[in-house]
């Protein structure tokens, strides 16, 4: 299982990465929630009254004592208070809106629209906002000024208090209480923005495909060389064709897919890899976790450039399974490495010599075998690997996915190092690492990736 560091660099890249694809959701929805509310959505209009409930009438109780009235004042207060949930639960009464549904009509001559009531207590105090709401503006002014009506009289007969006076009466509100369209459409565009960010980063962290050279450097170090990408070159691989695939050299006018440099980058590195044959020829294989990543491409290639600079080289297509190193290099031949194996015919009857005027030679697949690991287990093709050191400078082997068969790890045994290509968006890092644990199983010598 791969975990992600989630520190302050994941979050601002991911952000800086993101950020056009949230603007855009959020622009979306923002309108979305503009339009609903501009042109679907009713308006509702509010009106408010405000309420005092007193107590007692404090003239009529008091009798010249003074003290007598800070007490009554004070009990008044407490009690008051306490009586504001009295008052809050007589208006949700059906008793109430009865009367007020039966005086609407009765001076309407006309059903009492649907409407909602908000009741709210001043803290501390003995006021009462009772705020109407509904979808026309003189219809909220009127139920306001009923239902107001309605429950002075309530509490004067209900419960036995005189004291309770209007303080402001409804007023006609031509300006709507929602939809409140300019917070509709900030938080409708903060929504689109927030859910395609959770929606991105969910999809990030489930996908495990390497993306970059840093997320390669977290799973395996060195990494050798980085190869830019060409979208012309991946369309033309990907969809099948057959086409030069040697990008490394200048007469081949290929320059423009700026590759050149990197090969040349890789072949130097390579150069200060150890042979463990003293001053025999350097063997290495090129492998990928799972097919399609670019093996044969890198190691034909790299082949080109080593031959190019000079150095006698010699590349062999050790992928028995799905040759196509023929294709890469533009050589065609029906014999090859299977056939030696099976002796049909030997190293120099197979081998195509000085590959586009370099000194590089190549050693195709011939026909597909049946059992190709028995094949690169037998001694033979060890002793063909070191007949070859003793000719070549440099031998390049294109060896199958390490996943899914083993003939990746029986060659790499045979090789001053292996290196494993991986392919950006394709080679997840599960697999990478799968890879990697089965080479070094049988100590095979990763070099880099």
Same mark, same amino acid.
């Given at each position: 299982?791969?975990?992600?560091?989630?520190?302050?660099?994941?979050?601002?890249?991911?952000?800086?990465?993101?950020?056009?694809?949230?603007?855009?959701?959020?622009?979306?929805?923002? !309108?979305?929630?503009? !339009?609903?509310?501009?042109?679907?959505?009713?308006?509702?209009?509010?009106?408010?009254?405000?309420?005092?409930?007193?107590?007692?009438?404090?003239?009529?109780?008091?009798?010249?004592?003074?003290?007598?009235?800070?007490?009554?004042?004070?009990?008044?207060?407490?009690?008051?208070?306490?009586?504001?949930?009295?008052?809050?639960?007589?208006?949700?009464?059906?008793?109430?809106?009865?009367?007020?549904?039966?005086?609407?009509?009765?001076?309407?001559?006309?059903?009492?629209?649907?409407?909602?009531?908000?009741?709210?207590?001043?803290?501390?105090?003995?006021?009462?906002?009772?705020?109407?709401?509904?979808?026309?503006?003189?219809?909220?002014?009127?139920?306001?000024?009923?239902?107001?009506?309605?429950?002075?009289?309530?509490?004067?007969?209900?419960?036995?208090?005189?004291?309770?006076?209007?303080?402001?009466?409804?007023?006609?509100?031509?300006?709507?209480?929602?939809?409140?369209?300019?917070?509709?459409?900030?938080?409708?565009?903060?929504?689109?923005?927030?859910?395609?960010?959770?929606?991105?980063?969910?999809?990030?962290?489930?996908?495990?495909?390497?993306?970059?050279?840093?997320?390669?450097?977290?799973?395996?170090?060195?990494?050798?060389?980085?190869?830019?990408?060409?979208?012309?070159?991946?369309?033309?691989?990907?969809?099948?064709?057959?086409?030069?695939?040697?990008?490394?050299?200048?007469?081949?006018?290929?320059?423009?897919?700026?590759?050149?440099?990197?090969?040349?980058?890789?072949?130097?590195?390579?150069?200060?890899?150890?042979?463990?044959?003293?001053?025999?020829?350097?063997?290495?294989?090129?492998?990928?976790?799972?097919?399609?990543?670019?093996?044969?491409?890198?190691?034909?290639?790299?082949?080109?450039?080593?031959?190019?600079?000079?150095?006698?080289?010699?590349?062999?297509?050790?992928?028995?399974?799905?040759?196509?190193?023929?294709?890469?290099?533009?050589?065609?031949?029906?014999?090859?490495?299977?056939?030696?194996?099976?002796?049909?015919?030997?190293?120099?009857?197979?081998?195509?010599?000085?590959?586009?005027?370099?000194?590089?030679?190549?050693?195709?697949?011939?026909?597909?075998?049946?059992?190709?690991?028995?094949?690169?287990?037998?001694?033979?093709?060890?002793?063909?690997?070191?007949?070859?050191?003793?000719?070549?400078?440099?031998?390049?082997?294109?060896?199958?996915?390490?996943?899914?068969?083993?003939?990746?790890?029986?060659?790499?045994?045979?090789?001053?190092?292996?290196?494993?290509?991986?392919?950006?968006?394709?080679?997840?890092?599960?697999?990478?690492?799968?890879?990697?644990?089965?080479?070094?199983?049988?100590?095979?010598?990763?070099?880099?990736?």
């Amino acid at each position: 299982m791969v975990i992600r560091d989630f520190d302050l660099v994941f979050f601002w890249t991911f952000l800086k990465r993101n950020i056009f694809v949230m603007l855009i959701s959020g622009a979306l929805l923002g !309108c979305f929630a503009f !339009c609903v509310s501009k042109f679907l959505m009713p308006k509702r209009y509010s009106s408010t009254a405000s309420v005092f409930v007193g107590r007692v009438d404090s003239d009529k109780a008091y009798r010249g004592d003074t003290s007598s009235l800070n007490s009554l004042i004070y009990r008044e207060l407490i009690i008051g208070s306490q009586l504001m949930e009295d008052y809050q639960e007589l208006l949700s009464r059906k008793r109430i809106a009865e009367k007020v549904e039966n005086i609407f009509t009765e001076t309407e001559g006309r059903k009492i629209p649907a409407y909602s009531m908000e009741v709210a207590a001043k803290k501390k105090a003995r006021f009462l906002d009772i705020t109407i709401t509904t979808i026309s503006p003189e219809d909220a002014q009127k139920i306001a000024e009923i239902i107001t009506s309605v429950f002075v009289n309530e509490t004067r007969e209900l419960l036995g208090i005189s004291n309770v006076k209007v303080v402001d009466y409804p007023k006609l509100m031509k300006k709507p209480v929602s939809p409140r369209i300019p917070r509709n459409t900030v938080i409708g565009f903060l929504l689109g923005a927030m859910g395609a960010a959770g929606i991105i980063f969910i999809l990030t962290i489930c996908d495990t495909k390497i993306y970059s050279p840093d997320e390669l450097k977290v799973i395996f170090e060195p990494v050798i060389g980085v190869l830019p990408r060409d979208t012309e070159l991946v369309k033309r691989h990907d969809s099948g064709d057959t086409f030069d695939q040697i990008v490394t050299l200048r007469s081949t006018g290929e320059d423009k897919h700026n590759m050149t440099e990197s090969f040349r980058s890789l072949r130097n590195n390579l150069q200060y890899i150890d042979s463990k044959h003293n001053d025999d020829g350097k063997v290495f294989a090129f492998t990928s976790s799972t097919p399609g990543e670019g093996k044969t491409f890198t190691s034909a290639n790299i082949a080109v450039s080593l031959a190019e600079a000079g150095y006698k080289t010699v590349i062999i297509n050790c992928d028995l399974h799905k040759p196509a190193l023929s294709n890469a290099l533009g050589v065609t031949s029906t014999q090859g490495i299977v056939n030696v194996l099976v002796g049909e015919a030997t190293i120099n009857d197979v081998t195509i010599r000085n590959i586009r005027d370099l000194s590089l030679d190549v050693i195709l697949c011939g026909p597909i075998p049946p059992n190709p690991s028995r094949l690169l287990l037998s001694d033979e093709f060890a002793q063909i690997i070191a007949n070859l050191r003793k000719e070549y400078e440099y031998i390049i082997l294109d060896a199958p996915p390490v996943l899914g068969v083993s003939d990746a790890t029986i060659i790499g045994k045979l090789t001053d190092g292996i290196v494993l290509v991986s392919r950006g968006g394709q080679c997840r890092k599960e697999q990478l690492l799968y890879a990697i644990e089965l080479l070094s199983q049988v100590n095979v010598n990763i070099i880099g990736a």
